[in-house]
Nanobody, 115 residues
Framework: QVLLVESGGGLVQPGGSLRLSCVASGSIFSRYVMGWYRQAPGKQREWVATITTGRDTNYADSVKGRFTISRDNAKNTVYLRINNLKPEDTALYYC?????????WGQGTQVTVSS
C-alpha cells in the first residue's frame, strides 16, 4: 500500500502560479510512474501529466506549455508547477502512482482560480 499526500493548492488569481507537491510513502518511489489528474466540478477526472521512472514527461494538450511535472526521488515527491493559471484550471488535483499491477491515488488538493 502506498499513501500519497498532495499539498500546495489554494485560491489564486488568473495569471498566477502554483506548485503542487505529492509525497509518497514507502521506499520504492523511484520505481513508480507518477502522474497528476484533475477533476473540475461537474466533470469527469482527466489526465494532466505523467513522469516516468526515467523522467520522460507527457502532458495533456490543454496544459502544454503552462504545466511542468517533475520528481525528486530522494524526497519521494512529485511536483506540478502551474503557470499562467486560468479559471478553467479550477479543479481538485490528484496525484497518481503506478507500478504494475497496482495503482494508487491521493485525496487531492483544491486549486481555485478566481479574481
Amino acid at each position: 500500500q502506498v499513501l500519497l499526500v498532495e499539498s500546495g493548492g489554494g485560491l489564486v488569481q488568473p495569471g498566477g502560479s502554483l506548485r503542487l507537491s505529492c509525497v509518497a510513502s514507502g521506499s520504492i518511489f523511484s520505481r513508480y510512474v507518477m502522474g497528476w489528474y484533475r477533476q473540475a466540478p461537474g466533470k469527469q477526472r482527466e489526465w494532466v501529466a505523467t513522469i516516468t521512472t526515467g523522467r520522460d514527461t507527457n502532458y495533456a494538450d490543454s496544459v502544454k506549455g503552462r504545466f511542468t511535472i517533475s520528481r525528486d526521488n530522494a524526497k519521494n515527491t512529485v511536483y506540478l508547477r502551474i503557470n499562467n493559471l486560468k479559471p478553467e484550471d479550477t479543479a481538485l488535483y490528484y496525484c497518481n502512482a503506478r507500478i504494475w499491477p497496482s495503482e494508487y491515488w491521493g485525496q487531492g488538493t483544491q486549486v481555485t482560480v478566481s479574481s
